[in-house]
Structures are given as C-alpha cells and as structure tokens.
C-alpha cells in the first residue's frame, strides 16, 4: 500500500515589526492596520503607550504647523488661539525657553470643551496634548516649576472646516535657524540692541537683539527712530542663531542725516498686541531695550 503523501507544512504567517523596545505596548484603540486581499499587508500605524517618538516631525498641513501626532501646534507666545471641534491640537515650548521646566497647570477639562492627552518631549520640545470635544472656551494654563511665571490660553473651540487664530511660531517668521547673516554691502555691529553706537551719513548698518528663545516673549521696534537721522528700519529682519540656545534678530538701519536718535525695541511677555504690557505679570518680565545712534 503506498505511503500517503504527508501535507505541506504551512508558511508562517509574517509578524509585524516593531520597532526597537516597543513590542507589546499597543494601545487598544491606537492600532489601525489596512489589509490588502490575499493577504497582504499595505500599510500599518501603531501608537505607543510612553511618550517618545521615532520619527520626524510631518510637514505643516495648509500652513498650519503641527505636532508629533500630526495635531494642530500652537506656538507659546500665542495668546488667543482657536482649534476646531473634534481636532487634536498641542501647545510647544521650545528647549531655548527650557522646555522642562514648563508643567500643565489648568488642563482646561472643567467646562468639558477639551481633554488633556498629556504631554511629549521631542528633541527637547515640549508638546502639550488635548483634543477638542465641544464647542466653548477651555482656559488652559501653562506654568514655570518654580510658580515665578505663567502662560494663560483661552483656547476658543469652533465648528467649521478653518481657523484663524494659530500664530506661527516668531521663530520661523524672519529666517530659518542657523542661517548665517545675509552677505551683502551692510556693515555689520557685533554687539546687542543697546547703549550707544556712531555711523556716518548714508551708511547702512544692522545690529542684533541677542536674547534667550523664551517662551511667552514677543519683540517689537515701539519707539521709532528720527527718520531725519535714521530711515528703512524695517526694510527686513533676519534671525539666526539655535532655538535651543542664544538667537539673534537682525535689524537694519539707514543713516539719513546727521544728528542723535533713539530706537526703542519691547520684548512684551504675553502681551495682546506686542506693544502694551495688561497685567501686572506682563509688567514684570517684559523687557525694554534702548539703542542710541548717532550720525556723524
């Protein structure tokens, strides 16, 4: 009698890869997998329950920057900002405002229009998570570990398919971190935005605000030169230097004419309009620097 044919021990079937550290810490409702017929695997998603990231930031969607989950990103010196129901969103502070040292105060939860999703450090940026479930305002507060400084939102919830009110991050609102000054004909000062400094008639110069990338800060030229003595101050500015350490905003100046001015440049903390300091906190730590030019 012939020996019967034993069967074909089937393949086995092909586990995901995970990556390095992560095996077995699935969230229940943060796995989507997308099968194609016969099998085959097209595309699979897996969120982790710790909070570190393996891959790079996505690009802004429609000029919105967004976060590491894709979510909406608010910058720390926003004061208003609006999200849409629904949506996930984040507010950041960057390692130059030493991120660490910012913690979750008022999550905003009371009135039920978001939920906290906590918090993620990505190269020393600090996103704080939520989601936006109804529409209303949630105050959110952001606070400093040693209580000296806080950041309050009054994030606004809406219906509908846009927002208005994100406000990019000043950082990448004049150039892009690390780039060099512009080569041209300007004379360039190597010293801060302040004290006092001589040109000639018909020069153009450009001098830095030298500051810490503080979150909550915003900077702005309030008191403007004598354009009899100075004109062109804001023919362009352009900053360089790390969001993780010391950056520089350069300002550029014509001289018109002989004689003294001043330039009054306001780093206002969580002011409205960048130029008025409202409560008492915003008096406190906001920052006036005074440059004297004189042209002779």
């Known amino acids: 009698m012939p020996t019967p044919t034993p069967e074909p021990t089937p393949e086995p079937t092909p586990k995901l890869a995970l990556p390095r550290g992560k095996q077995g810490r699935w969230l229940a409702a943060g796995a989507a997998l997308v099968v194609l017929g016969g099998g085959g695997f097209l595309a699979y998603e897996v969120l982790f329950a710790d909070d570190t990231v393996c891959c790079a930031l996505p690009p802004p969607l429609h000029n919105v920057p967004r976060g590491p989950d ?59 998570r939520f989601r936006a479930l109804k529409t209303g305002t949630a ?87 004598d354009e009899s003595v100075l004109a062109d101050y804001l023919s362009g500015v352009h900053t360089t230097g790390d969001a993780a350490t010391v950056r520089q905003d350069w300002y550029k100046f014509t001289a018109s004419g002989k004689g003294t001015t001043e330039v009054k440049l306001f780093g206002c903390y969580r002011c409205t309009d960048g130029i008025k300091a409202e409560t008492a906190e915003s008096e406190k730590f906001s920052v006036t620097k005074t440059l004297t030019v004189t042209v002779r």
């Open 139 to 225: 105050r959110i507060v952001l606070e400093e570990v040693d209580g000296k400084r806080t950041m309050t939102y009054p994030v606004e919830v809406k219906e509908g398919t846009q927002v208005s009110g994100v406000l990019d991050d000043p950082e990448d609102r004049y150039g892009r971190p690390g780039e060099d000054v512009p080569p041209d004909n300007v004379r360039t000062l190597e010293r801060d935005f302040d004290g006092d400094v001589t040109v000639r008639p018909g020069e153009t110069f450009r001098i830095a605000n030298h500051y810490d990338n503080q979150p909550g800060y915003t900077w702005q030229i309030v008191g403007p030169p």
């Open 70 to 128: 894709g979510e909406i990103d608010i910058a720390s010196q926003s004061l208003r900002p609006e999200v849409l129901v629904g949506h996930d969103f984040s507010i950041h502070v960057r390692p130059g405002g030493d991120a660490d040292d910012w913690r979750l105060a008022e999550s905003g939860e009371a009135e039920g229009v978001v939920h906290a999703r906590g918090v993620k450090d990505v190269d020393g940026t600090r996103y704080f």
